[in-house]
Nanobody, 121 residues
């Protein structure tokens, strides 16, 4: 199994910045695409940003030019730098990592526990 541990959420005023981190651990697995999703109360979980092992990125239109996703492959860690935060960015942010078990080549979808981001107006 792959465990994901997130950190960096909190309360910030509109226009401020936060940086989320997510570290993946587990033996016998390779980590492929990593990403961040968010889910507000009563809403569906949505993709915020994702990044491949090669560094190709994908962003939701609502966060383009404000958020930056990056990763350290050696540490199996993904980061989300969030700038110019808006009240509508308030949500629980979840880390996601797609892993492949080396012995069986089976793929898995792994999720972190979620971290709250609250942006006050």
């Amino acid at each position: 199994q792959v465990q994901l541990v997130e950190s960096g959420g909190g309360l910030v005023q509109a226009g401020g910045s936060l940086r989320l981190s997510c570290a993946a651990s587990g033996s016998g697995f390779s980590i492929n695409v990593m990403g961040w999703y968010r889910q507000a109360p009563g809403e569906q979980r949505e993709l915020v940003a994702s990044i491949t092992t090669g560094g190709s990125t994908n962003y939701a239109d609502s966060v383009k030019d404000r958020f930056t996703i990056s990763r350290d492959n050696a540490k199996n860690t993904v980061y989300l730098q969030m700038n110019s935060l808006k009240p509508e960015d308030t949500s629980v942010y979840y880390c996601n990592a797609q892993s492949r078990r080396m012995l069986t080549m089976r793929t898995y979808d792994n999720w972190g526990q979620g971290t709250q981001v609250t942006v006050s107006s």
